[in-house]
């Protein structure tokens, strides 16, 4: 167990829908990244937030949108979805900012099923 | 744009059979390599950061190595709970600041 926590584990929706991923990081840690795992484009690096602030940016595209919350809580919104949005979503965050030069930890990640 | 290719796809071992898994990079400014296991439906696991050249690191029956052109998760003598996933990823400095790339994985099966 990672200390990373994920919500839901699972969700069906429909295309056009919009959907929010909710990322508890470990205790203490001030960085969440977000990733995506589907099967054809593999594992990619969507978004980082430190502390409440957007640190980086990866492939994330514009129908999708993160934030973190004071208590360092963030969740990941994705609207208008499309079938092809349908992946594993994973969170993980690391102590500090350093970015990738610091060990992250994964969440167990959510399936999302765009039908 | 940064690549990485990680061979072979799949890989089949006995216990105690050693092997070597690859990951050939191509990157604008190589920050760091680093390589993760992932156990099906659970998130990867951190096992190493690799920064330069000839840099090593070992864990317990992993090593991984670093060359200018590729990185390799050597795996003396497997135990059946080291099957699992082994994802490669780069971090460039080519572009975004934050490029982080990650090949398709090698899947590892530790027969008994």
């Known amino acids: 167990d990672s200390g990373v926590t994920q919500t839901p584990k699972h969700l069906i929706t429909a295309t056009g829908q919009r959907v929010t991923l909710r990322c508890s990081p470990r205790s203490g840690d001030l960085s969440v990244y977000w990733y995506q795992q589907s099967l054809d484009q593999g594992l990619q690096f969507l978004i980082q937030y430190y502390n409440g602030e957007e640190r980086a940016k990866g492939n994330i595209l514009e129908r999708f949108s993160a934030q973190q919350f004071p208590d360092l809580h963030s969740e990941l919104n994705l609207s208008s979805l499309e079938l092809g949005d349908s992946a594993l979503y994973f969170c993980?965050?690391?102590?500090?900012?350093?970015?990738?030069?610091?060990?992250?930890?994964f969440g167990p990640g959510t399936r999302l099923l765009v039908l | 744009e940064d690549q990485v290719t990680q061979s072979p796809e799949a890989l089949r071992l006995q216990e105690g059979e050693s092997s070597s898994l690859n990951c050939s990079y191509t990157v604008s400014g190589l920050r760091g390599l680093f390589w993760y296991r992932q156990d099906p439906g659970k998130g990867p696991e951190f096992l190493f950061t690799l920064y330069s050249a000839g840099e090593e690191k070992e864990k317990e029956r992993l090593k991984a190595t670093l060359t200018k052109k590729e990185s390799f998760l050597h795996i003396t003598a497997p135990k059946p709970e080291d099957s699992a996933t082994y994802l490669c990823?780069?971090?460039?400095?080519?572009?975004?600041?934050?490029?982080?790339?990650f090949g398709k994985g090698t899947l590892l099966t530790v027969n008994p």
């Open positions: 993980a965050s690391s102590a500090s900012g350093q970015g990738f030069q610091e060990t992250q930890y």
């Open positions: 990823a780069v971090w460039g400095s080519g572009g975004s600041n934050y490029k982080l790339t």
